[in-house]
Structures are given as C-alpha cells and as structure tokens.
C-alpha cells in the first residue's frame, strides 16, 4: 500500500509565477490535509479538503493560495504569484474513513524555492 | 487559539539513555495528541498518539503521558539508537478541529553511539 505520494519533490518558481503541488491521498483515505513548513518550525495547517469538498480553510491566506480535491486525481495546492515569502516544504497529509481519521499520514513534501 | 509549547529544542543523549521531550498547550477543549519523527527531508511519521480520555500510552521503547489538569504531555523514548536521532514534534487537535493540528516547533533529538 504506497503512502501519501506528493511531486514534485522541488519546485523553482520566479518571483510572480504559478506553483502546483500535488498531492495523492493513501488508498482507501478521503480526508487530505495541507501543511506549511517553514525552516526550524513546526508545521502549520492550511487546508482540509475531501472530495469536492473544502471542510476548513482557516489556515489558508486569504490571496493567492487555492486547494481542490476533485472528483478524480490528486488534491492540488495551488499557489498565484509567488512571492519569496512562499518558499518553504509543503506537506500534504490523508487520512482514513473511519475511527482513525484523526491519524494523519505525511508525504514526504514539496520544496519550493521562489528566486 | 491553541498554543503549543515544546522543550526542549535540542537533545543530546548516549546510546542506551532515554530521552524525554515535553509539551505544553493552552486550550483545555484539545484532546488528541500526536508526536510525529521526521527525519532529514522526510515527511513527519506518526509515531504514537493519545487521547484525552488516556493518562498513558506505551509502544515498545516509547510511551506518552498527559497530564490534563496541568496541560502538558510528554514522550519518553528508552533504550535509545542512533536511529532514534530525528527531530520530533508535538501536536494537539482542539475538539472538533479534525486534522488541523497544532505543532510545537520541534526537538531535534541526537544520539551518540
């Protein structure tokens, strides 16, 4: 059973281009999760998403950053004029339909680097 | 909003010694508690969980223990390996707040054969 699977690993945007991270759930999870890890921090939460859905965004700034689940294929991470200030490792995490839904699974990230 | 603290923020131990990493948080309605190993340019790993409703949690070599009416929680790692040497976080969840989880900002833990 393959864990969460995020890509790409590394991102290099410009200052003011696009950033589109991916993210697929485990199999059998419905519940996707978006984190942002700064460096020496801990990881902070944007996102809870299931199908379709958005359940909490409060963790989500208010301009440029969007999420999606869809239907079909990954959740994706969608970032609008990057800034430097945007650089850092973004996780995604899934968890099961179930009692232990609140267990979170991480991939293993997203760097992104904005020059 | 919940605020967690962790200390400390660095740990050095000897092979064979434990370890003990302690947090604090700020909002008596939390009741689920994770810690998390993350190892260099790995995602977090859930290593062992309790809930409010739990005093102690044990899993091999590492246990957790809550002290709800003083709103801190501590993990305990015995027997430590080199492979032990990550960085740990904390967590809480406020009740109802599926998946969004506070961290604390880390114990980068080493251990020396």
């Known amino acids: 059973n393959a864990g969460v699977m995020q890509n790409p690993r590394h991102l290099v945007r410009r200052r003011g281009q696009e950033a589109r991270l991916r993210c697929s759930p485990m199999?059998?999870?419905?519940?996707v999760y978006w984190y942002r890890q700064l460096p020496e921090e801990g990881l902070k939460f944007m996102v809870y998403?299931?199908?379709?859905?958005?359940?909490?965004e409060s963790g989500m700034p208010k301009e440029r950053f969007s999420a999606e689940f869809p239907k079909e294929g990954p959740s994706i991470l969608r970032i609008q004029q990057v800034v430097r200030g945007d650089s850092a490792a973004y996780f995604c995490?899934?968890?099961?339909?179930?009692?232990?839904?609140?267990?979170?699974?991480f991939g293993s990230g997203t760097q992104l680097s904005v020059l | 909003g919940e605020n967690v603290e962790q200390h400390p923020s660095t740990l050095s131990v000897q092979e064979g010694d434990s370890a003990v990493i302690k947090c604090t948080y700020s909002?008596?309605?939390?009741?689920?508690f994770p810690w998390y190993k993350q190892e260099l340019g790995k995602g977090p790993q859930l290593i062992i969980d309790?809930?409010?409703?739990?005093g102690e949690k044990k899993d091999q070599r590492i246990a957790v223990t809550l002290n709800k009416t003083a709103k801190h929680f501590s993990l305990h790692i015995t027997e430590t390996q080199p492979e032990d040497s990550a960085v740990y976080f904390c967590?809480?969840?406020?009740?109802?707040?599926?998946?969004?989880?506070?961290f604390g900002k880390g114990t980068k833990l080493s251990v020396k054969p």
């Open positions: 995490a899934s968890s099961p339909d179930s009692d232990l839904r609140e267990k979170l699974f």
């Open positions: 199999k059998g999870h419905s519940h």
């Open positions: 998403l299931q199908k379709e859905n958005i359940i909490d």
């Open positions: 909002d008596s309605a939390s009741n689920y």
């Open positions: 309790i809930r409010s409703n739990v």
């Open positions: 967590a809480a969840q406020l009740r109802g707040s599926q998946g969004n989880l506070i």
